[in-house]
């Protein structure tokens, strides 16, 4: 896994891919770990979020100095059929690394508890299909993708922000919002944000606890889903035609 961000790290979602069977390195670029130059010894790649931008400054320079290689791998992943799953500023480094556009959000921020809508094509997705239609999220994001890369699968949407989860090819996947946190990583978010949320006119311990009454909901929708994502990755996802060209034995690559 790729932790761009040392305020978001794996909490829930590390707990729910150990569980179902998973292995985990845990890279940290933002604390000097190198990326590695390709992903074949691993079985997967989780890219998680962070306070940068995706996109580079005006002076062309990268929201991180890792980013340019993180999309290198995130292009390297997609090609190779690594199974993949970015998290906010991972969706959208995905999104930018094939050719999407992520700009600041036209409607504003999308910060709380909030519900996507599914799209028809979960239909057929090994992961969304088992989602029910309007889950449970937890958003914290002021940036957004404004145009999905080609050929890429819109899965869900909100009236918002309508492009809150797509995949590309049949492996790799992307969601907006936020499915790893707990109650202390919000608490930690909100008195970071404090200033950012006055502005808003947003009351910290009320995003707090409104996103506290979800979290047992976003558990019950997204823990599933991770073990999904983790038996894909182990080759035993049920009922499901993709195959696993790489066995069992390796570990998974996160953030």
């Not at 891919?17 to 590695?36: K, M, W």
């Not at 028809?120 to 309007?134: E, G, H, S, Y």
């Not at 899965?155 to 996947?173: I, K, T, V």
Request: aromatic residues 8%; charged residues 25%.
């Amino acid at each position: 896994m790729i932790e761009n961000d040392p305020s978001d790290d794996l909490r829930r979602l590390g707990e729910w891919l150990t569980e179902a069977g998973l292995e985990l390195t845990v890279l940290r670029p933002h604390a000097g770990d190198a990326l590695p130059e390709t992903l074949d010894d691993y079985l997967a790649f989780v890219v998680l979020g962070g306070d940068q931008n995706a996109y580079p400054a005006a002076d062309g320079t990268p929201g991180a100095p890792w980013f340019p290689q993180l999309e290198g791998l995130l292009r390297k992943a997609v090609r190779n059929r690594v199974p993949t799953l970015a998290i906010c500023l991972g969706a959208q480094l995905l999104a930018q690394a094939h050719g999407g556009l992520v700009e600041r959000g036209p409607s504003g921020p999308e910060i709380g508890p909030g519900l996507v809508g599914k799209r028809d094509a979960t239909d057929n997705d090994p992961l969304f299909k088992w989602v029910p239609l309007i889950p449970d999220v937890i958003q914290w994001h002021r940036d957004e993708i404004t145009e999905l890369p080609l050929r890429s699968v819109l899965l869900a949407a909100s009236s918002r922000c309508p492009h809150q989860a797509f995949r590309l090819g049949d492996r790799a996947w992307a969601v907006q919002f936020h499915i790893e946190c707990d109650i202390e990583m919000v608490e930690a978010w909100a008195a970071s944000d404090r200033d950012g949320l006055d502005e808003l006119g947003y009351d910290a311990e009320a995003v707090v606890y409104a996103i506290a009454e979800i979290l047992p909901d976003v558990e019950e929708v997204w823990q599933p889903f991770a073990t999904r994502f983790a038996s894909l990755a182990l080759g035993t996802l049920p009922d499901s035609d993709i195959p696993n060209p790489t066995g069992h034995t390796l570990p998974l690559l996160g953030q």
